[in-house]
Nanobody, 111 residues
Framework: QVQLVESGGGLVQPGGSLTLSCTASESISTIYSMGWYRQVPGQGRELVAG???????GYATFVKDRFTIFKNSAKKTIYLIMTSLEPEDTAIYYCNAGDTWGQGTQVTVSS
């Protein structure tokens, strides 16, 4: 079973940017869909953005053109570029591929 490792989280001021990375333990070329989710303590996990094996992307409404998901199959990695971050974006961000989840990376947006 594929394993996923996220990185790139941290503390950023409102209006700032972060790039998250998710590296898989094996090729992602044949994984139909991968995505980023986020979760705030006490709330459910919600989809942020997804990308298919054909490179088709989709985003949650709240992203509002602020985030971009893309992948580098040669590096077995997907990325989430986040700009114009808001305090409401504070959450643990998880990478997903089918039934597999990464361990999560904390994103905190605060002044």
């Amino acid at each position: 079973q594929v394993q996923l490792v996220e990185s790139g989280g941290g503390l950023v001021q409102p209006g700032g940017s972060l790039t998250l990375s998710c590296t898989a333990s094996e090729s992602i070329s044949t994984i139909y869909s991968m995505g980023w989710y986020r979760q705030v303590p006490g709330q459910g996990r919600e989809l942020v953005a997804g990308i298919t094996s054909d490179g088709i992307t989709g985003y949650a409404t709240f992203v509002k053109d602020r985030f971009t998901i893309f992948k580098n199959s040669a590096k077995k990695t997907i990325y989430l570029i986040m700009t114009s971050l808001e305090p409401e974006d504070t959450a643990i961000y998880y990478c997903n591929a089918g039934d597999t989840w990464g361990q999560g990376t904390q994103v905190t947006v605060s002044s």
